[in-house]
């Protein structure tokens, strides 16, 4: 990460590709406390694997083609001699992946503001042109919603929907608003629409898909539900997964940022090994019978509207010659030091501080990390960073190191430019261990107090009351599965399996797709509310629903913290 903000700091744009998602994520936090300022955008790859029968994830696909239109339009201005250092974030997966050719975006955005008379009828019209879903209530990326004069759009790029207000054809105004709760926010100037999906289902392509699909898979394959539904101009689960029909020809996301420089993660090169073997095998595997591919001899084939004919893997996904091509020229970081010596540069960067008395008492360990203070201050005086995960922890160590330095000698920043020569600073940020720079000390909050532990809660027993649970469901009541999110119960089955019948609790998800849960492990399920309830149904393994726990954990964390600190300033206030 220190080489990447030194290079960000020289002005240079950088094409970062980490090894998995984590990593993606840790540099993209690093980046915000190493370089602040440097334009940034991440690039995902698909939440699926490859020749699946699910589609990856609203949300991710929206940023991704939010990024893509970015890089086309604004991000384009920075190719070449360009204007201020950039950072494109993505992982092995998503380089490794074919898309839409840049000019695909080029006058596909459309910019909104109050006062223009853009009336709802039309703008629905493009938003369902874009691959925008019609629903009755919006929740998700990629959604939108009309009651009279009220239009509701969950566009990709935003972290809330929005809502226009329209007076006639005349845009009113435009305001965020909370997707769970429904409840309007903050107004905004401007709105940006951007394609939902990287292919759209106009006219041209689909006919582009019909005759693809009979070119590649023969005339019976006409007859298979992927084929109906893009005839209809409908959308189709794990359709994503034939996106070369939908264009006359893909390109690859170094198409976006030829001149920028390329940055290969430490392992990413095993990484791209291990993508490609899960390519052949996942297509391997859709080659054998009893795939659904009607062409191996699957009696699941056409007539069951289950048929899957994969395409060739090199028509989604870049052989490794031609990856090869571009991962040669890319820069490969390492944590260590080149064993050749004169090869390579040194960013500088050198292990943390050890921490003789780390998950010690609490006064042990706060006395070494002040035994640090003081010798850096006696010597190099060097700045000493302390990284947190969030403000409880801000707050107790904050107080701990005031008792020992005395009050007002910590300073919180949230970038590390900022820290002074001497200075003892907290700054929140999730890092694992910490790192010394000729500059500064950075110390974690895992260094003082070591790893911490948790212990997964015993759920609680409730299977033999599961008879009075089921009872007080009613069919068509709305339940909330605990992996899966909201489905509708559909009553009593029994299924039989491993040699015997057991009793199942049916459960309907969105598309259709049903869940069979046996009934002594009802207590994974709650109730949502009656039959009448307005909910929209999760998609069975998609991630959607773990995305909203996601973001509820972290609001709840969010308020522990702010409850702690409010504990602690009680706390200071009695002393």
């Given at each position: ?278 390519i052949n095998d996942f297509y391997g595997a859709r080659q054998e019978p009893g795939d659904g591919n009607p062409g191996n001899g699957d009696p699941k084939g056409d007539e069951s509207g289950m048929a899957y004919r994969p395409l060739p893997p090199d028509r989604l996904y870049p052989s490794e010659a031609e990856s090869k091509a571009f991962l040669d020229t890319s820069v490969r970081l390492m944590p260590f030091a080149s064993p050749d010596e004169g090869e390579g540069n040194d960013a500088g960067g050198r292990a943390g501080l050890v921490l ?220």
């Open positions: 990460m220190l080489a990447v903000s030194s290079w960000l700091a020289a002005g240079e744009r950088l094409v970062f590709v980490a090894r998995d998602d984590a990593r993606m994520i840790a540099m993209r936090d690093a980046m915000a406390h190493l370089a602040p300022a440097v334009a940034t955008r991440v690039f995902p790859a698909w939440d699926c694997l490859p020749f699946d029968r699910l589609s990856p994830q609203g949300a991710l696909v929206g940023q991704r083609v939010e990024t893509l239109a970015w890089l086309a339009d604004d991000g384009g201005k920075m190719k070449g001699d360009g204007n201020g250092p950039a950072l494109l974030l993505t992982t092995v997966n998503a380089i490794l992946q074919r898309v839409p050719q840049a000019g695909y975006f080029e006058s596909r955005s459309k910019v909104l503001a109050a006062g223009d008379a853009t009336g709802p009828a039309r703008l629905c019209d493009f938003l369902t042109g874009q691959g925008y879903l019609r629903t009755d209530t919006v929740r998700e990326t990629g959604e939108f919603a009309l009651r009279g004069g009220i239009l509701d759009i969950f566009p990709p790029g935003q972290e809330m929907p929005v809502r226009l207000d329209f007076f006639g054809d005349e845009l009113e105004t435009i305001r965020g608003f909370d997707a769970a709760t429904q409840r309007g926010g903050a107004s905004m100037d401007r709105l940006v629409l951007r394609p939902v999906a990287e292919f759209q289902l106009d006219e041209a392509a689909v006919e582009r898909f019909r005759t693809g699909y009979r070119a590649a898979f023969g005339a019976m394959a006409s007859r298979d539900a992927l084929y109906e539904s893009v005839s209809a101009a409908r959308m189709h689960p794990g359709m994503e997964h034939w996106l070369p029909l939908f264009h006359e020809e893909l390109g690859l996301l170094t198409d976006y940022c030829p001149h920028w420089r390329m940055v290969l993660d430490h392992e990413a090169d095993a990484a791209i090994s291990a993508r490609y073997a899960q003789t008395r780390a998950g010690g008492t609490g006064q042990s360990v706060i006395a070494e990390v002040v035994e640090i203070i003081a010798a850096e201050r006696s010597g190099r005086n060097r700045p000493v960073v302390i990284a947190v995960a969030g403000e409880g922890a801000a707050v107790r160590l904050e107080e701990l190191l005031d008792g020992h330095l005395g009050g007002g000698e910590v300073e919180r920043i949230d970038q590390l430019e900022l820290a002074e020569k001497g200075g003892v600073c907290l700054v929140e940020w999730s890092l694992d261990s910490g790192f010394q720079t000729e500059q500064l000390v950075v110390i974690t909050e895992t260094d003082i107090f070591g790893q911490r532990l948790s212990r997964p809660r015993a759920r609680r027993g409730r299977g033999e009351d599961f008879l009075r649970e089921v009872s007080a469901l009613e069919e068509g009541d709305l339940v909330v599965h605990a992996e899966h999110g909201i489905g509708r119960y559909e009553g009593l089955v029994i299924i039989d399996s491993s040699g015997g019948p057991h009793d199942c609790l049916q459960l309907v998800y969105s598309g259709g797709d049903k869940l069979y849960l046996p009934v002594e492990n009802i207590e994974m399920l709650s109730r949502y509310g009656s039959a009448g309830t307005d909910a929209q149904l999760d998609r069975l393994g998609g991630a959607a629903w773990q995305a909203r726990v996601a973001r509820v954990k972290g609001r709840v964390r969010e308020m522990a913290d702010a409850l702690i600190k409010i504990a602690a300033q009680r706390m200071t206030a009695r002393a």
